[in-house]
């Protein structure tokens, strides 16, 4: 396959939005219809760091090592590998950024 026929994945994760005011943004709407959403996730843990880590891992904090609201830092990059890992394996280009307002 070349990497041209490959589908385009946008990941895009949004924190501290209720999904009742997600309807007020047209832009979301016409994501929504073209993609897939998961309108109803349960979080690993209540803070960003740690459900991330583990939404990307496919491990809780106890597995892949961020188990506290600090505990970026003690991620095991050595044993755990990110979906971002695994998409670059299979030939494709992944970015990440991040927009903090605070």
Known sequence: MLATDKPNIIFLVLDQLRPDRLAHFEEFAALKKQG?????VITYAP???ASLHALLTG???TRN????YYGSLDFDTEHCFTLAQYLREQG???RADVLSLI
């Open 47 to 49: 803070y960003t760091v």
């Open 65 to 68: 090592g961020v188990d506290s």
């Open 92 to 94: 494709y280009y992944t």
């Open 59 to 61: 491990m809780n904090g």
């Open 36 to 40: 897939v959403f998961f309108g109803n």
